[in-house]
């Protein structure tokens, strides 16, 4: 069964920075793409990054690129999202997600995901 963990979720200051990571355990040994989404109060979730643990291939939604950077951990299953230059807008709930048998091509939309961890909080404050 696979099981996605998040951690490193907190309250951050304006212009500070935070580093999320993912354990997956229980996956299938093939190929996958792994990724990061948020959910705002009231919003839709949306995608964040997402790479193709086979490929290594990274894909960002647009107001994220420069500042937050998807990455894979050197142990098996590690998924990090480090996020510079933070702002009140990213305040959010940031899930991990995984979908297996296939490589990323995009940043997938939240109903192409297969598995989700329970999430991890991030606030941002002015």
């Known amino acids: 069964q696979v099981q996605l963990v998040e951690s490193g979720g907190d309250s951050v200051q304006a212009g500070g920075s935070l580093r999320l990571s993912c354990a997956a355990s229980g996956y299938p040994d093939t190929k996958s793409c792994m990724g990061w989404f948020r959910q705002a109060p009231g919003k839709e979730r949306e995608g964040v990054a997402s790479i193709s643990t086979r490929t290594g291939s990274t894909y960002y939604a647009d107001s994220m690129k420069g500042r937050f950077t998807i990455s894979q951990g050197n142990a098996k299953g590690a998924l990090y999202l480090q996020m510079n230059s933070l702002k009140p807008e990213d305040t959010a709930m940031y899930y991990c997600?995984?979908?297996?048998?296939?490589?990323?091509?995009?940043?997938?939309?939240?109903?192409?995901?297969?598995?989700w961890g329970q999430g991890t909080q991030v606030t941002v404050y002015s």
């Open positions: 997600a995984a979908s297996y048998w296939r490589d990323c091509a995009y940043l997938p939309p939240a109903h192409e995901i297969h598995y």
